[in-house]
Structures are given as structure tokens and as C-alpha cells.
């Protein structure tokens, strides 16, 4: 019998990485409920250790060798730096802050309050062992937990949005404005987890460098052509990321942080959206499934989605509470809180990207990254099919 070659194997676990998901996306027309990318990720978990493993030890061992999983890792990192680093350029901090008495008290809210009640249920999850990463302290984990069930996912967001046709909408505009600051929000709350004071010095020598560097880069983006920005950009974007990761950061951190500060006005609409369209379909689904395939359930099925539901509760209970306080505050017409608090429950990307890291740099164990990983899947499900027919009920909000 032929022994496959390493570049055979790698193939192999690409054309089922981008062939098993599509198909069952597309048979059973799961995207009202569950777009393409939650059954991308469903089928990492399928595909992973904790079910295709345990059922079929011998055919996983053969397909996902740690070779092969060293050469989805590295796609699945350019990847989503790159996307990252759009959710970072498409950022309207300037629209935030003319409307920053409203903005900043919905934004506030909407991640205050689901920070506090996952917070409570982190630390009910601690009172039993399994949870807590060998590297990670209390707080952090706690802080860590309480953030993935406060953020909202805005590349996501930006495709619900367009799949609902309020994209460009006055409320479309409104709701990114909320999840913008949400992201910011996120990106500071890791680098405070990841601050490490062994290496403070080269986290603040990445910082001023940093600093420095943007102010170079934008001068230079403003006097070249679009084409050349684009390729510039990635050079940024690359070097961003190592010396984030140099300095302890992270290499998301350098990703957002280098979209975050170009204007999106140096790249048209048009382009961008395509260039985030074509990463989606390129690249996104190796991260999605590479995902999936880091689910475990040592502490046991019944723990790890006793957890799940615990975080699910705690994440959109408080989201909801959260943005009903804020219309409360803003007289908001009656309806409005609740559509707009659905729309923000999207996670499965900015906050699976969060908490993979923290599995990283092992502040949470694999089986705390799962229960995350399923609350992340549950709400993002959610989220179509309950703001559906209150966006058809509330249609003058649309332009409000």
C-alpha cells in the first residue's frame, strides 16, 4: 500500500476541511440558523480529538499528524491576522466619537454588564478543578472568561448585517458603531492578561516603537497609490505581528493594532469588501476547523456543556440586560433594546480568536476553551433567527 507523502496529507485534510462543511452547509440549507462559518467550526469539533478521535483513532492519527497540523497552523494564523487587520481598518472611530454621549453609553453598557455576569459564572466554574490553566492566575482567568462572554464578534456582525440588508442602514451603521468600541475593549483587556513583568521593558519598547513606526506608515499610505497600499499594508501588517509577539503581546495584538490605526478612506468600499470576502472563502475555513480540532472533554461531556450553558446564560442574559439599561437611559422607542441586543450577541470569531490565545499562553485548559467555544456557537446561532421577525416587526427602525 502507497504511504502518503507529507504534501499528500496536507491535501487531504484541505479538501476535507473545505469540502465536508460546504456540503452540509449547502444540502441541508443551514443558514438561516447556522451559517457557513459555525458548521466550519461544528465540523472542526466533529472532526477533533474529542469525537473523530475517540471513534477513529487510527484514521485521525493518519490525517491530522502533527506535521499536518503544523501547516494548517500557519495558514490559520496568516489568516486571521488578515482579518483581523481588516476589522481593524474598517473601525469608524471617528463616527464613534462625534456620537460619543450615545455610543459610549450603549457600548458601555453592552459590554460592562455581560463582563460582570461572566465573571460570576467564571468563578463558579473555578470552584471545581479543570478549569484554570498551569499559567494562568485567578483573575486572569476570570477576567479572560468574563471578556469572551462580554464581546461582540464585529467581522461577524458585519456579515449578519449584509445577510439582513441593514448593513449601510442608519441601524446597521449604529450597531458597529456599539461593537467597535467592544472591540477595542477586547484587544486592551488581553494585553493587560498577557502583561508580563519580566518583559514589561520590551512590551514598552514594542509600545513606543509602535507609536513611532504609525506615525512613518501613515505618512507614507497618504502620498501612494491604493495598489501600493494594499501590499505595504501587508508588509506592516507582518512585521506588526512579530514584534508584538516579540514583546509578549501576542501577534493578534500587533494585527489589530496595525489595521486599527490606518484610515479606512485610503481603501475603497468596494475593494475591501472583497479582499474580506475572499479571505472568508480562502483561508478563514482552515482557522475555522484548525479551531475545532483543539476541543477536548477530558473533565468530562456533561461538565464541559454544563459550562457551556452556565456561559450561553450568562453571555446573553447580560448583553440583553445591558443594552435595555442603555435604552432605558436613551428613551429608545419600545422594541428597539431587544433587536439591538441581538444583534451584538455574535461571537464565533474575535472572541474565539481571544480565547485561543489565552489556550496558548495555557491560562485556560482545552476543556475551559470548549465550553467558551460552544457559548460562542450557541449565540452566534441565536442571533439570526431571533432578530429575524423583530427587525420585520420594528421596520421604521431600520432608519432611525
Known sequence: MHAMTPTEVFLLAMLIIFTVPYLVWRVLRTDYWAPLVVVQIIGGILLGPGVLGALYPDYYATIFTPATLGSLNGVAWWAVMMFVWVAGIEL??????????ETGVTAGLALAVPLVTGSIAA?????????????????QVILGIGMACAVTALPILVLFLE???????PIGQRILRYASLDDIAIWGVLALILLDWERVGRQGGFL?????????????????????????????????GFAADWAGLHFMVGAFLSGAVLDG????????????????LAVMPVFFLSTGLKTQWAVGGYAVFGAAALLLVASVGGKLAGVHIAGRILKWRPGEASAIGWLLQTKALIMIIFVNILLDKTIITNETFTALLLMALASTMLTVPMVSPKLRRLGALVGR
Request: aromatic fraction near 14%; include cysteine.
Open 163 to 169: 445577510k439582513l440588508e441593514i448593513l449601510r442602514q
Open 208 to 240: 513606543i516603537g509602535f507609536a513611532v513606526a504609525t506615525i512613518l506608515v501613515r505618512k507614507l499610505m497618504a502620498r501612494i497609490e491604493e495598489r501600493d497600499r494594499w501590499y505595504v499594508s501587508l508588509i506592516w501588517l507582518a512585521g506588526c
Open 123 to 139: 468563578v463558579l466554574m473555578l470552584r471545581l478543578p479543570g478549569w484554570q490553566g498551569p499559567s494562568g492566575a485567578t483573575w
Open 92 to 101: 469608524d472611530l471617528g463616527e464613534a466619537w462625534a456620537r460619543r454621549g
Open 265 to 280: 478612506k485610503w481603501f475603497t468600499t468596494a475593494k475591501m469588501d472583497q479582499f474580506r470576502h475572499f479571505v472568508l
